[in-house]
Nanobody
């Protein structure tokens, strides 16, 4: 099985910064898309940022100009740099990748285990 391992979450004060990392391991032929989602208690999981297969990057409006998604293709790793954090950013953040495990396999969604981000004074 492919595994996505996340790291970088923690507790920060409002206005602080964190960088999340998500590394995929296992049998991977090609990563076709990558993104970050988050879920606050009692709320639906929502898209934070996504890099599409054509290279376009989309952000949830509330994080635009504060968060930056990037990737290291050689390491099958995606990052989320979060600046100017606000209390409303508090959530569990989940990494997501759409990938193929072999040349003749269909693409599938894979999820990280989630990492807690808490923004509080």
């Amino acid at each position: 099985q492919v595994q996505l391992v996340e790291s970088g979450g923690g507790l920060v004060q409002p206005g602080g910064s964190l960088r999340l990392s998500c590394a995929a391991s296992g049998s991977i032929f090609r990563v076709e898309a990558m993104g970050w989602y988050r879920q606050a208690p009692g709320k639906q999981r929502e898209l934070v940022a996504v890099g599409t297969s054509n290279g376009r990057i989309n952000y949830e409006p509330s994080v635009k100009d504060r968060f930056t998604i990037s990737r290291d293709n050689s390491k099958n790793t995606v990052y989320l740099q979060m600046n100017s954090l606000k209390p409303e950013d508090t959530a569990v953040y989940y990494c997501n990748m759409i990938l193929r495990r072999s040349w003749d396999a269909d693409s599938r969604n894979y999820w990280g285990q989630g990492t807690q981000v808490t923004v509080s004074s």
